[in-house]
């Protein structure tokens, strides 16, 4: 049986991991799917580069407010598709590429196909060209990410559906589309499709559409939302069905009663499950948890020596940056096996790049609350900022949330124009210890610059000196 020193199963953040420094290991990359991961792929990048489109295309049903009339004459999917897949398909070939063929990588073998524990530290894999390589290692760092939920409806998949996997490959633009789910990625598609043109449903389980959001941000959220969209709320889809004509029809079932939806096309959205459950972990002794999270010590190391773990597969965050965080935890880790390092999750931001976007950092009122943690927050409104003035912007906010003893900052939230630019500053103050009432006091914020948003809650914060 062929034994390597080390075997990475997943190229998305996994694939970053090997350079130079190992040149002296014998290294197996195992990867069923295409180069890059979800992020390069299905994920960030290309949903950013639609919305930066969709962003362009809603320009003109705004723009009457500034005295400027403009006019969206149409959009050419095929060719917003083409320029955005044209710039990514040729990145995740390059990479696969490289790492069959560079001399480069003269130690490193790639396994095309899904690779699963048949027994202690031993993977074998079914290979694309139907063939089974088994092989053993002294050390495993499975990247194997996640993939989407598929939710139990009836006729869900006789009828047929999208994910975020296939919804930008679509061949056109549907007239009606709709969307199961309430979370980041309904909300960042709902922008893009309705920007498009496109007539967008979405269907919510829950209350409010972002609801993990702090409660404040996410009640905005779906105000704005249910003038922009078909806002569902309390719905529960019971059946989906495909008529003759290609029309897809959902029922649902909402607290007055039963009512129907028909659409061309339909994105399911309701989360994302780790690809945990491929790896047949049990063969070598790996422990999950009750989500299918392989669970990691703070090195990212699992139960099992020699096994690490990151990314999707075991964050409950399922963000880019905290794979990256985590696969330089890593390398740094299997290099230096007597002096590791451990991951920094204390404040892990996100942003939804929905209309209008998203940041969020640290904790919301609501958990804060629940911590009986004592603090005090305040609101500041891009409408009282002079840039907020130029904007027009009637709807965003930020929200600062500090310790009150301390003055520590806890958490930020904004809703807002390039909200998640805006929030890096707190981010920062936070991870270095900057208290609230420094950060606000003691450096220039550029006027009339978006920041000044973050300026004035500061300092509307009820703090003194040292807290």
């Known amino acids: 049986m062929t034994h390597y020193d080390l075997v990475i199963i997943g190229t998305g953040s996994g694939n970053t991991i090997v350079n130079r420094r190992f040149a002296g290991w014998k290294v197996a990359i195992v ?16 949903t950013k580069m639609f919305v930066h489109a969709a962003d ?34 040729p990145i995740a070939a390059g990479g696969s590429e490289y790492r069959h063929h560079n001399p480069d990588n003269a130690n490193v073998t790639v396994y095309d196909g899904t ?42 998949e006789e009828t047929g559906y999208h994910t975020s996997n296939t919804i930008m490959r679509l061949e056109q633009l549907p007239a009606r589309l709709a969307i199961i789910g309430s979370g980041f990625v309904a909300a960042e598609f709902a922008h893009v499709f309705a920007s498009f043109g496109v007539d967008v449903t979405i269907i919510a389980r829950s209350k409010t559409l972002l609801r993990h959001e702090d409660a404040e941000l996410a009640a905005q959220y779906t105000e704005i939302a249910q003038q922009k969209y078909d806002v569902r709320l309390n719905r529960e889809t019971i059946r989906v069905t ?5 029309e897809i029809e ?67 965050h399922q ?6 965080h985590e696969a330089r935890v890593v390398k740094h880790n299997l290099l230096n096996p007597d002096d590791r390092i451990a991951s920094d999750h204390r404040f892990v931001p996100h942003a939804v790049f929905s209309s209008p976007q998203i940041a969020s950092v640290g904790l919301t009122e609501e958990q804060a609350k629940e911590r009986g943690i004592p603090y005090v927050a305040a609101v500041q409104r891009y409408a009282d900022i002079a840039y907020g003035w130029a904007m027009e912007d009637t709807t965003g906010f930020a929200k600062v949330i500090a310790d009150a003893n301390t003055g520590q900052l806890i958490g930020c939230h904004i809703i807002g124009p390039q909200a998640p630019t805006v929030i890096q500053p707190v981010i920062q103050a936070m991870s270095f210890g900057l208290d609230a009432y420094a950060m606000a006091r003691e450096q220039y914020w550029i006027h009339p610059a978006m920041p000044e948003v973050l300026e004035n809650a500061l300092l509307k914060l009820e703090l003194h000196p040292k807290g």
């Open 56 to 89: 362009v295309a809603a320009t003109p049903s705004v723009s009457s407010r500034f005295g400027v009339d403009e006019e969206l004459l149409g959009v050419r999917w095929a060719d917003v598709r083409d320029r955005i897949f044209g710039r990514i398909d």
């Open 319 to 324: 963000l880019k940056h905290v794979a990256n």
């Open 31 to 46: 990867e069923r799917g295409t180069f890059g991961g979800t992020c390069l792929n299905v994920g960030c990048i290309p």
């Open 242 to 246: 495909r008529h003759d004509d290609g």
């Open 115 to 156: 690779g699963r524990f048949t027994g202690d530290k031993e993977l074998t894999v079914d290979n694309q060209d139907g063939s089974t390589s088994v092989f053993s290692a002294d050390r495993f760092v499975l990247a194997s990410g996640s993939r989407p939920v598929i939710p139990p409806i009836p006729g869900l």
């Open 250 to 316: 959902l029922k649902m079932l909402h607290p007055d009663g039963a009512e129907e939806l028909i659409v061309d096309e339909l994105l399911v959205a309701v989360g994302r499950v780790p690809n945990s459950d491929l790896l047949n972990l049990d063969a070598t002794g790996v422990e999950v948890d009750g989500e299918g999270r392989i669970v990691v010590d703070k090195y990212q190391q699992t139960n099992v020596d020699g096994i690490y773990a990151l990314g999707d597969v075991t964050s409950p």
